[in-house]
Antibody
Framework: EVQLVESGGGLVQPGGSLKLSCAAS????????MHWVRQASGKGLEWVGR??????????AYAASVKGRFTISRDDSKNTAYLQMNSLKTEDTAVYYC?????????????WGQGTLVTVSS | QSALTQPASVSGSPGQSITISCTGT?????????VSWYQQHPGKAPKLMIY???KRPSGVSNRFSGSKSGNTASLTISGLQAEDEADYYC?????????FGGGTKLTVL
């Protein structure tokens, strides 16, 4: 069974930092890109960024709204992806999901975690 | 990196068909055949319904279909059922990034 489990969410003051983790199991984590997607309460989905696999040089990309403040990394030995969030703003308040995909016998499989809530408030 | 444009809401009666549009640009929807559609029920994680414009993952009903013309992608749901009531999001590859639509609330009357 595939599982993505996010952790590390919580309450942080504006300007503060927080690091989210995403522990993966049940699929080939090391060969898969890992994405972060967020959703503010009552709002739509917003892509935050992604990190590719070692075979793709661990390349990262970010949404303009977080570029320069957020950093995505991964530890393939721990099957875990991370989202380091710095200089947090109130508008970063959201549920943060990690997601991944893999091709399984020619079909795309799409995996999502349950999400972790980040609240940026004084 | 603007969000893709979707109607805020659509509705239909059980058994009817509805179509949700998703309009982007030549830098995202129009430039790649990598449009996906997600269904999200309240309090749940999104579920992939369509990928690569028109492919359906195993386990997804064949009542769901996708298409694309130019910079606009579409999701059609035929034979509407009560369980289809949810929020739907389109998603497109946009070069090195990914962009979502603003979401469409489907109400089954």
């Amino acid at each position: 069974e595939v599982q993505l489990v996010e952790s590390g969410g919580g309450l942080v003051q504006p300007g503060g930092s927080l690091k989210l983790s995403c522990a993966a199991s049940g699929f080939t984590f090391s060969g898969s890109a890992m994405h972060w997607v967020r959703q503010a309460s009552g709002k739509g989905l917003e892509w935050v960024g992604r990190i590719r696999s070692k075979a793709n040089s661990y390349a990262t990309a970010y949404a303009a709204s977080v570029k320069g403040r957020f950093t995505i990394s991964r530890d393939d030995s721990k099957n875990t992806a991370y989202l380091q969030m710095n200089s947090l703003k109130t508008e970063d308040t959201a549920v943060y999901y990690c997601t991944s995909q893999e091709i399984w016998f020619g079909e795309l499989k799409d995996y999502w975690g349950q999400g972790t809530l980040v609240t940026v408030s004084s | 990196q603007s969000a893709l444009t979707q109607p805020a809401s659509v509705s239909g009666s059980p058994g009817q068909s509805i179509t949700i549009s998703c309009t982007g640009t030549s830098s995202d929807v129009g430039g790649y055949n990598y449009v996906s559609w997600y269904q999200q029920h309240p309090g749940k994680a999104p579920k992939l319904m369509i990928y690569d414009v028109s492919k359906r993952p195993s386990g997804v009903s064949n009542r769901f279909s996708g298409s694309k013309s130019g910079n606009t992608a579409s999701l059609t749901i035929s034979g509407l059922q009560a369980e289809d009531e949810a929020d739907y999001y389109c998603c497109s590859y946009a070069g090195s990034t990914v962009v979502f639509g603003g979401g469409t609330k489907l109400t089954v009357l």
